[in-house]
């Protein structure tokens, strides 16, 4: 293990709080990844970034945000505006423009009280 | 968009049975493929890729262009290859490198 890490494991908020789940690497890595993984639904990509200080919306972006001041380093933030936030959350990272694979973070899980 | 899909959400075999898990691609070009793994409490890591044509854990996978398919498998299951299993292509730089993972599949191997 290492390489990527995700803190803290568990998390819990009240509704209407904003939480920030954190993500680091020291692979070197350009590529970074965010995905909500729920029982049944696979995993599903929230945001993405390929280079500092840029970042694209994946397939549900709707009631996060992030940012990458740092290559290291891929913070997502859950706002009060997701609807169901309930959810494992895992970070990913890779090398960009490439065929290598991603490598994974041990995950967060979000409950919402 | 390069796109891959998943049929089965969950795959229940015998132990000793063969098992087969299904993925098929929908993007033209020559794809890369790759699979991952999920073990219990333990975190998502690559089983294999398609470029390096190698079995791990006594899973192959081959790729077949005309029937647009990576289908993973196992001659002969063990408990220990129970998890969640996902089919992923390489990013669509056409996209900015961005990732879609397969819906995933629950393999559960009975003793």
């Known amino acids: 293990d290492g390489g990527i890490t995700q803190s803290p494991k568990y998390l819990f908020r009240k509704e209407g709080q904003n939480v920030t789940l954190s993500c680091e690497q020291n692979?070197?890595?350009?590529?970074m990844y965010w995905y909500r993984q729920d029982p049944g639904q696979g995993l599903r990509l929230i945001y993405y970034?390929?280079?500092?200080?840029?970042?694209q919306k994946g397939d549900i972006a709707e009631g996060y945000s992030v940012s990458r001041e740092k290559k290291e380093s891929f913070p997502l933030t859950v706002t009060s505006a997701q609807k169901n936030p309930t959810a494992f959350y895992l970070c990913a990272s890779r090398v960009a423009r490439s065929y290598n694979e991603q490598f994974f973070g041990p995950g967060t899980r979000l409950t919402v009280l | 968009a390069q796109r891959v899909t998943q049929p089965e959400k969950l795959l229940s075999v015998f132990k000793g049975a063969p098992v087969e898990l299904k993925c098929n691609y929908s993007y033209s070009g020559s794809p890369e493929l790759f699979w991952y793994v999920q073990y219990s409490r333990q975190r998502l890591q690559l089983l294999l890729r398609?470029?390096s044509r190698e079995s791990i854990k006594g899973f192959t996978a081959d790729l077949n262009k005309g029937e647009t398919s990576f289908h993973l498998k196992k001659p002969f299951a063990q408990e220990e290859d129970s998890a969640m299993y996902y089919c992923a292509p390489v990013p669509d730089y056409n996209q900015g490198g961005k990732l879609i993972f397969g819906q995933g599949t629950e393999l559960s191997v009975k003793p």
């Open positions: 398609h470029i």
């Open positions: 692979l070197n890595h350009d590529a």
């Open positions: 970034s390929q280079i500092v200080n840029d970042f």
